[in-house]
C-alpha cells in the first residue's frame, strides 16, 4: 500500500504573492535577456509540477523523491553523480522548507495502475493521449479499453495547465547517461542545458509520429516543460541522476539573494552536448538494423542504418552526417525506429 501514498503529493503552499513596487521597478529596468524572462516568470507565480512515473516500470522518479523527502533536502551532484554519492550528507545541502516561500511543488505519479503492475502502461501508452481529440474521445477510449489512462491523462492536463513549469522524469531501456528533452520553447531549452545531463535534444519531443505527448500538451497550453530521461531502467545510478536532475530543476527556480538564478555549480566541461532533432523514421514491414547503433552514435551521411520492405535499405539521409537517438531495441511497425538528430 507505500506506492498508493505516491499516487498525488502535494508540497509547499500557495503564496499568492503580489509584485511590490520594489520588484515592478526591477523588473522594468532589466535588459531583455532570457532571465529576465525566467523572473518576469517568477514574480508572478510559481508552481512546478514534477511527473513521474508517466511509464509504470520506471522507478528511478519515485525512488528519487522518496530520497528527497526523507532527507528533507535537494542534492548536489553532477552529470558524472554515482549511486554511493547520496550516501554523502553533505551533498543534500538546502532544506527542502527553503524553497516554499518562492515555490509550490507538486508530484504526480502519471499511472499508478501501471506501477503497481510492474509494466509501461495498461491498455495504452498514456504518453501518447494528451492530443486534445483523444483526450475528449470517451467513445473510442470506451471501446479499446483505455478509460483508466484517459482519466489520468485528463488530470496530468489539468495539473499541467496550472503549471508554471514542468518536469517529466523517465528512463528508458538503453545504456546512456541521462539526456533532456526540452519543448520548443526558449525557456525549456534554457533551463534543460543548466541540468545535470549529457545531452539536450531540441525539438525531438514534439516529433513522436503520434503526437500528444505531455510536452505536446505543455506547448499547447504555453507551460514551460522538460523531459529527462536518467538512463537505463535498472542501472545502479540511474535513481542517483534522477534526485540530481530534480533537486537542480527545483533549486534553479528560486532566486538567490541577488535576486539573479542560481546557475549551479556546473563546470563549463560539465555542460551538456546540445543537438536538434530533425525527424523520426518509422518501423514498417521487414525492419532490421544493418548494425548496432549505440544511442547516440553518429554515423555520417549515406551509412546504411536499417532496412525495410517499402524502402530497402535506409542511409543516413542528414548533410553532414547525424547522431541516433533512441534507437529501438525492440521495433514496432507503425512506432518510432529512431530519431535523426543534428549537433547544433
Ligand atoms: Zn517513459
Given at each position: 500500500?507505500?506506492?498508493?501514498?505516491?499516487?498525488?503529493?502535494?508540497?509547499?503552499?500557495?503564496?499568492?504573492?503580489?509584485?511590490?513596487?520594489?520588484?515592478?521597478?526591477?523588473?522594468?529596468?532589466?535588459?531583455?535577456?532570457?532571465?529576465?524572462?525566467?523572473?518576469?516568470?517568477?514574480?508572478?507565480?510559481?508552481?512546478?509540477?514534477?511527473?513521474l512515473h508517466r511509464h509504470g516500470n520506471e522507478f528511478c522518479g519515485v525512488e528519487a523523491?522518496?530520497?528527497?523527502?526523507?532527507?528533507?533536502?535537494?542534492?548536489?551532484g553532477?552529470v558524472n553523480v554515482r549511486a554511493e554519492n547520496l550516501?554523502?550528507?553533505?551533498?543534500?545541502?538546502?532544506?527542502?522548507?527553503?524553497?516554499?516561500?518562492?515555490?509550490?511543488?507538486?508530484?504526480?505519479?502519471?499511472?499508478?495502475?501501471?506501477l503497481?503492475?510492474n509494466t509501461r502502461?495498461?491498455?495504452?501508452?498514456?504518453n501518447?493521449?494528451?492530443?486534445?481529440?483523444?483526450?475528449?474521445?470517451?467513445?473510442?477510449?470506451?471501446?479499446?479499453?483505455?478509460?483508466?489512462?484517459?482519466?489520468?491523462?485528463?488530470?496530468?492536463?489539468?495539473?499541467?495547465?496550472?503549471?508554471?513549469?514542468?518536469?517529466d522524469v523517465h528512463s528508458c531501456s538503453s545504456n546512456v547517461g541521462s539526456f533532456a528533452l526540452?519543448?520548443?520553447?526558449?525557456?525549456?531549452?534554457?533551463?534543460?542545458?543548466?541540468?545535470p545531463v549529457k545531452y539536450?535534444i531540441?525539438?525531438?519531443?514534439?516529433?513522436?509520429?503520434?503526437?500528444?505527448?505531455?510536452?505536446?500538451?505543455?506547448?499547447?497550453?504555453?507551460?514551460?516543460?522538460?523531459c529527462v530521461e536518467c538512463g537505463q531502467h535498472s542501472h545502479p545510478d540511474v535513481v542517483a541522476r534522477a534526485v540530481a536532475v530534480i533537486?537542480?530543476?527545483?533549486?534553479?527556480?528560486?532566486?538567490?539573494?541577488?535576486?539573479?538564478?542560481?546557475?549551479?555549480?556546473?563546470?563549463?566541461?560539465?555542460?551538456?552536448?546540445?543537438?536538434?532533432?530533425?525527424?523520426?523514421?518509422?518501423?514498417?514491414?521487414?525492419?532490421?538494423?544493418?548494425?548496432q547503433f549505440p544511442e547516440f552514435s553518429?554515423?555520417?551521411?549515406?551509412?546504411?542504418?536499417?532496412?525495410?520492405?517499402?524502402?530497402?535499405?535506409?542511409?543516413?539521409?542528414?548533410?553532414?552526417?547525424?547522431f541516433i537517438v533512441m534507437p529501438s531495441s525492440s521495433p514496432?511497425?507503425?512506432?518510432e525506429?529512431l530519431f535523426?538528430?543534428?549537433?547544433?
Open positions: 500500500m507505500e506506492k498508493v501514498e505516491w499516487i498525488e503529493l502535494f508540497l509547499g503552499m500557495d503564496h499568492g504573492k503580489s509584485l511590490s513596487s520594489v520588484e515592478c521597478e526591477s523588473r522594468a529596468s532589466m535588459t531583455g535577456t532570457l532571465n529576465l524572462c525566467f523572473l518576469d516568470k517568477l514574480l508572478k507565480t510559481c508552481r512546478s509540477l514534477v511527473s523523491i522518496r530520497l528527497i523527502l526523507q532527507k528533507h533536502s535537494l542534492f548536489t553532477d550516501s554523502c550528507d553533505t551533498r543534500w545541502n538546502r532544506p527542502i522548507e527553503s524553497l516554499f516561500d518562492d515555490l509550490t511543488i507538486e508530484f504526480l505519479v502519471g499511472n499508478p495502475a501501471a503497481e503492475k502502461f495498461l491498455k495504452r501508452n498514456l501518447r493521449l494528451f492530443d486534445i481529440h483523444t483526450l475528449c474521445d470517451d467513445k473510442r477510449a470506451e471501446n479499446e479499453g483505455y478509460r483508466y489512462e484517459l482519466q489520468r491523462a485528463r488530470i496530468i492536463t489539468e495539473s499541467i495547465r496550472n503549471a508554471d513549469f514542468v518536469l526540452p519543448s520548443s520553447m526558449d525557456l525549456s531549452e534554457e533551463l534543460a542545458e543548466k541540468l539536450v531540441e525539438s525531438l519531443a514534439h516529433m513522436t509520429l503520434e503526437g500528444g505527448t505531455t510536452l505536446d500538451c505543455a506547448l499547447l497550453h504555453d507551460v514551460p516543460s522538460v533537486s537542480s530543476f527545483l533549486s534553479l527556480q528560486v532566486l538567490n539573494e541577488a535576486g539573479s538564478f542560481n546557475e549551479g555549480e556546473s563546470k563549463q566541461s560539465d555542460k551538456p552536448i546540445v543537438m536538434r532533432c530533425e525527424f523520426a523514421e518509422r518501423v514498417s514491414c521487414g525492419f532490421e538494423w544493418l548494425n553518429f554515423v555520417p551521411e549515406h551509412t546504411p542504418v536499417f532496412r525495410d520492405n517499402d524502402r530497402g535499405d535506409v542511409e543516413c539521409p542528414i548533410k553532414g552526417g547525424a514496432v511497425i507503425g512506432e525506429a535523426w538528430a543534428s549537433a547544433k
